[in-house]
């Protein structure tokens, strides 16, 4: 899988490499997940060599998309991230950032539950019901995009193909299967007596491609939490689960209050950083501002 994406995959696969007298000290990945956004993953230094790798990673990242932002070809109007909230380095890294930008609508954090799901069809189902299930709409993408205007007012919707203008995806889909990988983007909607009740994405790609399968999975935007009671989701997400060929499968959650509520029994959290990449230099302040904190810090701890 790594040959093929690293060798064999520039139009849908970045990498960078740090280097430090000939040992690799710092790796770092992009992948092309949607239409206009990539998404870092595999971000990994190694600190008994460097302390600064890590960061000196990002720089160079940085400093990449900064120079093919402004290409069409290169398809980066967006810059995304998943990361575990309790994880020290990418909270003080990406939600530094956010915080050092202050302002959502140019690099935002969004958390969102994760669990993984044991396949099954609930054959409760009535499709005579109040209830609909069936491939979103206009109007269902643009009750999506007031709700999550009043709850965030970030860059999330933007990042992952989320808008009511969708865009057309079948160049990205035809990237993919000429690197040997395959990937489909699908959306849903559940509605109410005809009113949006939540979103689904299913986004099917290759397993293993991103290690926590976050490229391959079920992401669920719910909302009305007081519609949406947990059979509904549930068998929802039965019916959902039917398009992957795996017996488990990644579902994330937003706004995670739902999945509290209806206590939902989850295994952890991830914040979605998404930046737009148009203007960078808060981006660069704040690594240079943590450069130089690290640099002080280095200064007097040796002797």
């Known amino acids: 899988t790594y040959s093929k994406l690293y060798a064999r995959a520039p139009e849908i696969a970045r990498h960078f490499v740090y280097q430090d007298s000939g040992h690799i000290v710092g790796h770092l990945a992009m992948l092309r997940t949607h239409s206009n956004a990539w998404l870092i993953h595999h971000h990994a230094s190694d600190r008994s060599r460097s302390r600064q790798a890590g960061l000196q990673t990002l720089q160079l990242v940085g400093e990449a998309v900064n120079e093919s932002q402004g290409l069409y070809s290169s398809h980066m109007d967006y810059v995304m991230c998943f990361y575990r909230p309790e994880n020290r380095f990418p909270q003080r890294v990406f939600g ?12 935002s954090v969004d958390t969102l539950a994760y669990f993984h799901y044991q396949k099954k069809f609930d054959m409760q189902w009535k499709d005579n019901g109040p209830w609909e299930l069936a491939p979103a709409k206009n109007e269902d993408m643009l009750n999506l995009e007031a709700f999550y205007a009043r709850e965030s007012g970030g860059l999330m919707l933007q990042g992952m193909d989320l808008t009511p203008e ?59 939490q007081r519609a949406l009671s947990r059979e ?32 939902i ?32 810090d280095k200064q007097e701890v040796e002797p």
């Open 265 to 296: 029994e989850i295994e952890k959290h991830y914040n979605l950083w998404v930046l737009d990449p148009r203007n960078l230099d808060p981006y660069f302040e704040f690594c240079n501002n943590l450069f130089s904190r690290l640099d002080r």
């Open 96 to 107: 530094g950032v956010a915080r050092h930008y202050d302002d959502p609508s140019r690099c």
């Open 232 to 263: 509904a989701f549930f068998t929802a997400i039965s019916m959902l689960a039917s398009k992957f060929p795996q017996k488990k499968i990644p579902v994330l959650v937003y706004p995670t209050d739902y999945v509290a509520n209806q206590a």
């Open 166 to 224: 969708l865009p057309d995806d079948q160049e990205l889909n035809i990237s993919y299967e000429m690197a040997g990988f395959q990937r489909r983007q699908s959306l849903f909607a559940l509605r109410r007596n005809g009113a949006t009740v939540a979103v689904f994405t299913v986004l099917r790609t290759e397993v293993g491609l991103n290690l926590s399968n976050l490229t391959n999975a079920i992401t669920t935007i719910v909302l009305d």
